[in-house]
Structures are given as C-alpha cells and as structure tokens.
C-alpha cells in the first residue's frame, strides 16, 4: 500500500511540483517507502523520511560488519579534500567518523582533528589504532551543544547525508560550527549511478538522492559557494571497496574486535611500539586480501560500467561558507 503523497516537500518545505516516482517496500521492516521528487529544489526523497537510529543500523548487514573488517587507509576523496585546501591547514571535525581513517590522513598533513559517530566501539578503535585523541560518541546537536564555542576551518560528512532526515537543520548546524570562510566537504550517492551496484542506496539506509544541481541549489540557498563539485567514475578501487564492504566480514582479521577486548582490559588507548608493529602486518593482510579476492570481478565490473552514464557513482562536493 502506498504512502498518502506528502503535503510539501519534506526537504525543502515546497507545496508545490512534489511527483511519485517509485515504490519499494523495506524486505525487513515490511514498511513501503514512496520516491517522490520536487520541483523547487530538485531533491527526490523518500516518503517516509525517517532515520531509523543507531540500533537499525547496527543489526543490518551492510554496516554490521564495518568494525569487522574496517578500511583503515584514506579514501580518494578524503585525499582530494585535503590537498584541495592544502594551504589553510586547521581544525576539522568529521561527522560520521568511524574509525578514523579520514581524521588519521589529515593530522598527518598537519590539521588538528576531531570525529564523532554513534558507533562506541569504532571510536575505541579509532583512538587505539590511530592515536586520535578527539573523537567522540555523539550526533551534531549533541556535539555542538558540549562544545559552543569551538569552531572549524573544515567540517566534513563522508556518506552521511544521505542518511539524515533533517537536512536543514543539519546543514545549518554545520555552518554553526564554522569558522568565517570556512569549508565544508561531502559525500553521497549520485541518483543515476547504477543500482545494481549500490543496492543498499535504499530505505531505510538512504532517504534523499541528490544529483549536482539539487546539491548547489541547496547548499548556495545556506550561504555556501560551492566550490568544487562533481560526479565521479569510482574506477577499479572504489568498486573493489564496494565489494569489501558486502563480502570482506567473511575474510575478516577482527582489528576493531581486538582493539575492543584491549580497551577493555583497560590497556592504554595510544598503540604502543608492539602494537604499531601489529598495525602494520594487519594493514599488509589487509591489502593483500582485498588484491587476491576482490581484485579480479571489480576489474570485470569496472570495464563493464565504463561506456554509459550510470559509471558515476558519488557525487562529491567541497563548498566555502560566505564570509
């Protein structure tokens, strides 16, 4: 059964232009979620427009098994960011943080770094396995409201907008945090990538598709200038990562499990030489693993996808608050 078609946008509030586009209904929940686009700020969303919460997300599979097998090295994009804004090293704060292999690169390009994520035991780790000291259980509210008068130059959300249901608050909440000409720096999926290979890009994972023009219509309307936008071709390791994340927990070196049993035991969060030394071979056993098993079919994917329009995948955005 369909969901009555909302009243107004629930992103941006319109009354206006809203059109069913497609159903689907949650295998899980058994809820049926409707796609509705609007014609004001070009947003599709999905209707219900609800966040199922961090219990939801630690039973299903696709992020279940993230602190099983987590990727420990930065991500292209989290590289792009850094050397984009090389020259106005600062503070960041990463929302959604895990582990912190974004944080990690950036402090050692010379940035001081904070994080937060819902996941407890992702932040346990990511102190013990990269030194963090900065990083906490929170959401943005909840981060804001424990430190008001702590700003930033760059405030990042990797794959995390998509999953909000509050994106105007959220982003307002973002600019709070920055300083005077600050950045920001996301992540998402691109709405016309192709879904066979990102089909967890629904509800109640994912709740809004964005394409670059709802995405600098949205941010230029909150005071940013967008200055760097773009669709990108994940190429052949962002595919191979892709197949880490549904198939790696079955091949997993437990790194996240172990450091979990260290804080417990009360050992102390900053690795230790021996420690380091484990950190290494785990990140070697790691690489090795995803070159032999996950190597080949993401080389065969990545030359199937590469002559039509749906080999974009994310869509990834750096924009500057207006001073």
Sequence with gaps: MHNPKPEKCLVCGSPEGITFLESYTDPLLGTTYDLFSCSACDVWFWNPLKNPGSAWYERDERYAGRNEDPILDPTENHKRTIAF????KGRVLDIGCGVGNFLAHAASKGWECYGIDFDRDAIEAGKHTFGLEHLEVADLREFKEQHPDLTFDLVTAFDVFEHID???????????????????AMTMPYRKRALWLMSGDLPPRHLTRWDRGALSKFLEKHGFIVERIERQNEGLRPVLMKMRFRYGKHFSIGLVNSVKASVQKGEKKA????????????????????????????LAIWLYMLPGERRYITLFVIAKLKE
């Design 85 to 88: 804004l090389d020259s106005k």
């Design 166 to 184: 509050n994106h105007q608050e959220f982003i307002e909440l973002m600019k709070g945090l920055l300083k005077p000409g600050g950045h920001i």
């Design 271 to 298: 690795p230790s030489g021996a420690q380091k030394f484990k950190i290494k071979i785990a990140l070697l056993l790691a690489r090795t693993k995803d070159i032999i098993l996950f190597g080949i079919p993401a």
